[in-house]
């Protein structure tokens, strides 16, 4: 009897700290790194949440469902969304509400306080000044409204200005170099160019001259690349001087072209909600992002398009200790990559690795 009680107390005192220890939040709060986080990677479009488009909304008097579970629907990513093309079909009703100066300027100054209020210190905000002309605005004047946004935030941040893959956009495609040419600053705005859209569709070869130019007149800048396209798209920027890609996430189909990477020095900026929701994944629990960390790839953590996907940073890092025993130390050394790939000026990075402890 004696012996039973205290096989039960032993047993009861187990199942407590295998309680403790199984909780995952619990455990990892222990050992995390990251609380404060930089973004490389998130579109402002895909970043409008629901609270965000209510705002946007009424300030310019466009009507919106009053149902919430419609609103939601409206705003993030289906179910059932099966690769990237459908995904983008989920852009056209943010993109509806950033169609003037003050909606659009609106969105850049509440997504960037978004960010800031989930610890997000530094973002590089991408969008693509030809997808607000719709409504009379110029891409000219799509810049100026998006200026003025960031003008008005808190937070530490930057502008790139995406070109869009596609048919019959290569003007728009030119003007948006020819503006981030204009508008080009080391800091505090427009800091580098970007192209974004179906790659499987418009394959990254069709923009050498693109980037031609933009190398011409020293627009950093970075490329959507191995998404939904394979390792060739990710070769192909790299050939055009790209030293940042977007996702990357496939390179590991060709050794080479992930040795390539290696070599060279690029920055992947990877986004694993974003894709597992696109399935340029199909087995997450293969997500390649800390194979690449420990073959001395640098890779960075980000939320490609947080609205949409109903996500943040810090989940996407919790995500990652969850799933892939992400260690304290792995943290220090992304955040790191991402300080060094950051397009801006040496004098806010070395602000950032201060705020970082790095
Ligand atoms: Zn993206």
């Keep these: 009897m004696r012996r039973f009680k205290y096989g039960a107390l032993l047993a009861a005192f187990a199942l407590l700290l295998t309680g403790c220890a199984g909780g995952a939040e619990s455990q990892t709060d222990s050992v995390r790194y990251a609380d404060k986080y930089i973004d490389l990677h998130l579109h402002l479009d895909g970043s409008v949440t629901v609270d965000i488009a209510k705002k946007l909304a009424e300030m310019q008097g466009i009507a919106l469902p009053a149902d919430e579970k419609e609103l939601e629907s409206m705003f993030t990513v289906p179910a059932d969304c099966t690769d990237l093309n459908d995904f983008l079909a989920c852009f056209d009703k943010p993109l509806s509400l950033m169609q003037t ?9 509440l997504v960037a306080e978004n960010i800031r209020s989930q610890g997000v210190i530094y973002a590089e905000i991408r969008y ?48 948006t170099v020819e503006l981030a040419k204009k508008y080009l600053v080391e800091d505090g705005g427009v800091v580098a160019i970007d192209i ?3 790659e499987a569709l418009y394959p990254t070869e069709n923009y050498e ?13 970075t490329i959507h690349a191995g998404e939904a396209d394979g390792p060739q798209s990710v070769a192909d920027a790299i050939r055009f001087g790209a030293n940042r890609i977007g996702h990357g996430v496939r390179i590991f189909e060709d050794p080479e072209v992930a040795e390539l990477v290696k070599e060279k020095g690029v920055t992947l900026e990877m986004c694993p909600t974003s894709n597992r929701q696109t399935h340029a994944v199909d087995d997450m629990t293969k997500y390649p992002f800390t194979d690449y960390l420990s073959q001395g790839i640098r890779v960075t953590l980000n939320t490609d398009d947080m609205g949409i996907e109903q996500t943040t940073l810090a989940d996407e890092f919790r995500y990652m200790e969850k799933n892939f025993a992400l260690t304290p130390e792995q943290e220090k ?3 790191g990559n991402a300080v060094d790939a950051a397009f801006t000026s040496e004098t806010v990075k070395k602000e950032l690795r201060e705020q970082l402890g790095l």
């Design 196 to 198: 974004a859209g179906a």
């Design 128 to 175: 693509a000044p030809q997808l607000h002309t719709s409504n009379g605005m110029t891409q000219e004047d799509a810049i100026k409204a998006a200026l003025d946004g960031l003008k008005r935030t808190q937070l530490k941040a930057n502008l790139i200005l995406c070109c869009m893959r596609g048919e019959g956009n290569d003007a728009a495609n030119d003007e």
């Design 101 to 109: 100066p003050e909606g659009l300027s609106e969105s850049v100054y």
């Design 209 to 221: 001259a693109l980037f031609a130019k933009a190398s011409e007149y020293g627009i950093p800048f």
């Design 333 to 335: 050394l992304i955040l």
